[in-house]
């Protein structure tokens, strides 16, 4: 049987091309419950730290549609974005989010 950490980080690298899903639906599709969404993001920097796994956090978004960008990392991120044909209205969120969101069914 698969650990969570295993679970989440298939189902990170099974997110599509010019698609997003969020922290909660990846937490849920793993079979946990919401605050386990706390924990994703560090589950997914040891995988890219230990094993050195590419991991496409530009496709993981909040509930509401926006995205998280820091200024290290904001062009390259919203290079991808462009790249995958995803469109970003103001305020950084997600346009046409429900459109394109993943929900691992």
């Not at 991991?55 to 290290?72: C, K, L, N, Q, T």
């Not at 462009?82 to 929900?103: A, M, P, T």
Request: hydrophobic share 40%; net charge positive; with cysteine.
């Amino acid at each position: 049987m698969k650990t969570f950490s295993e679970r989440v980080l298939e189902a990170v690298l099974s997110i599509p091309k010019g698609r997003v899903s969020t922290y909660g639906r990846i937490a849920r599709a793993c079979g946990a419950g919401p605050m386990a969404s706390q924990s994703i993001t560090a589950i997914l920097g040891k995988a890219h730290k230990e094993k050195g796994v590419i991991i496409p956090f530009h496709r993981i978004v909040y509930a509401d549609g926006s995205i998280w960008v820091d200024e290290v990392h904001c062009s390259k991120r919203l290079a991808l974005y462009k790249k995958e044909g995803i469109i970003l209205e103001k305020g950084n969120k997600i346009k046409d989010f429900n459109d394109i969101v993943f929900d691992f069914s």
